[in-house]
DNA sequence: TCACTTATCCAAAGCGCTTTGACAACTCGA
DNA sequence: TCGAGTTGTCAAAGCGCTTTGGATAAGTGA
């Protein structure tokens, strides 16, 4: 059913029937309701693609998943963040349209979406330090919204973020009140912008405390089970091992907990973790007492809210670049205590 | 830059450089290499909508989210798959569309994908025992594979699936082998289908061995951790625990896992636990030593797979459905040893 | 040389929609 | 009664591409 046999069989022009249906004033009500009962009756759907081309819009928002070889960040979180912009999208008629590149390929990707013009905007995931895709999007002229920032980008651009630095230094606060003095940061890959931003929040607290940073208590690899579980048998069997360790992930710190458990101490006694949740819904840290205590943030309406901006912007592109930073929840659960005698 | 414009700088008409583009016979290759190399300089990509418009191929393939409010297995599961679905779309030229909605709204969102003819066929997700879904894009017509099978399905359809009943038969028969007798399952909601067929699985290998299911043993909810560890703890309770664990998912059996060492009971030793492992690329079991016993199979593989077949059924509508079913493989880990004598 | 292929290329129609510009039909005040 | 202003509707152009059905030029065999 198109347009045109709707409008043959109600005895209409096409272009009343489509004024109608759009919300034009220059319809009465009473064909307006005639056709839209047609409409409904025959279930008409307009051509989405017919109406593209016609209109030059999408009604499509793009998502890049960047795939490296290395699994990062971006996988576990990714879920619920599209979820949540699933939500804003499908409240106001978008699709989604998902890309899964390689690293290599991304910058080809961008253009190519540009080019096919099947969306008419961007989420851009997992930002590094230094990402070149801002410059890339803002050259080829598509709006967009980070999820996260890069912090050494040079031009201005839209993005969402955890106040990822804020989240740390408070945890690493939180540990230094407790009486701990050797705090391990297990970290997620420092490339990857949030985790420096935490591991700059890490030293801040440190050096309020007049602590200096020890080299040997900082790692950054992939945040996987095994890496955690690795990293913390490693600290444990230092010299002077640490009493505290802070995680950059929920699922580091699962590792971070068996590496301990075999080595016969007690969570939350013989030494703490704090970790990062993103608070995926499927994976959640406990329910009446949390297993770990945690800087928390909701991933799922962090894409709610990206996904907003985004639409925002498409709307409106002249706008000056909106910004949002979200605060972390600190979140205490069993996995902290003061930190034992020595 | 469009065609119209890419021909006139060329001197050609849009029907030769089209042509020339898509490999055509007709065009000399003279003139080919000529408009080649001049869309590669204008960096021409054809606008995807207006093509599909002509050719009334979208080149994009729907994926269905549902979102329960119970968030079904299929958000851990999800990404990995994507991920593998999105490899086999890229190298074909197809885009992929997620839509994410609340299963209330599932039906409706399979029509407007239809009628809006956003994509040329749909990967259906977390089939139940009895979908009502197939029998729905059977009546719109709209080529789809499902990922995973509905049992009570009448009419036929494409699917891929793993072997989850062989799967959990051989799971058990492990454990019965070690000498264990009374094992549990940790079962996902069972209205979904893997679910049932692990479960009927599972009471075929119990019946081989001339053991009845307990139905105290058989625990049956939303694959979390903390659902894992709750119903760990639960059958720990028991007058006659068991001495063996089937969990569905590897979530669970990390929660499982934390009930047992906080019941100071030592995991493969004084229990057992084989664990489904989905083998998500984020979220290892383990590295050298796989931390659980466990059926592995590889969710990307799957989606590479389920991906291909849609796009085999795109290009011929008309064959017989095909169905793929893959061999999870049984991997021994550190988390089962022979039943402990009583 | 002529009729006939064959190799190249082109003009124009059509995909389903939106939107511009025009046109009747009607109302209303003078 | 007339001209101006509204209202409700329509025909047709245009979005960027593919594809049908020629047209033209070049090559072929008798």
Not at 54 to 74: D, L, N
Not at 89 to 110: H, I, P, Q, R
Request: hydrophobic residues 40%; neutral net charge.
């Amino acid at each position: 059913m198109n347009l045109k046999e709707l409008s043959e069989r109600l005895g209409l022009s096409q272009t009343t029937v489509s004024r109608a249906l759009n919300g034009f004033p220059e319809v009465s009500e009473a064909t307006r309701a005639k056709v839209q009962a047609a409409a409904r009756h025959y279930n008409y759907r307009p051509n989405m693609r017919a109406r593209g081309l016609a209109t030059g819009r999408a009604m499509a928002i793009g998502h890049v998943i960047p795939v490296s070889s290395k699994h990062e960040i971006v996988n576990p979180v990714f879920a619920d963040f599209i979820a949540g912009a699933g939500e804003t999208y499908s409240g106001a008629d978008y699709d989604m349209v998902l890309t899964v590149v390689s690293d290599a390929d991304e910058a080809d990707a961008y253009r190519k979406l540009r080019a096919k013009g099947t969306v008419d905007g961007i989420i851009v995931h997992g930002p590094k330090v230094t990402d070149s895709r801002i410059a890339l999007l803002h050259e080829i002229g598509l709006p967009f919204v980070v999820h996260g920032r890069a912090s050494e980008a040079t031009l201005p651009y839209s993005w969402l973020d955890v106040n990822n630095r804020r989240a740390f230094e408070r945890a690493t606060s939180f540990l230094l009140d407790l009486g701990h003095r050797r705090i391990a940061l297990i970290n997620g890959l420092e490339a990857m912008d949030f985790a420096y931003r935490r591991r700059r929040g890490y030293e801040a607290a440190l050096a309020t405390h007049g602590l200096a940073p020890d080299p040997a208590l900082m790692l950054s690899e992939e945040m996987t089970e095994a890496n955690g579980y690795r990293a913390t048998r490693r600290l444990l069997g230092l010299a002077a091992p640490p009493t505290a360790l802070l995680t950059s992930s929920y699922i580091s710190a699962i590792g971070a907990r068996r590496a301990i458990e075999e080595h016969g101490l007690k969570l939350g006694r013989d030494i703490s973790i704090v970790t990062h949740d993103d608070e995926l819904s499927y994976f959640r840290n406990g329910e009446d007492v949390p297993i770990f205590t945690a800087t928390r943030s909701s991933v799922r309406e962090a894409g709610r809210q990206a996904a907003a901006m985004l639409l925002d912007l498409i709307a409106d592109p002249d706008q000056t670049p909106q910004t949002r930073l979200l605060e972390a929840a600190l979140i205490v659960g069993a996995s902290t205590g003061p930190a034992p005698r020595t």
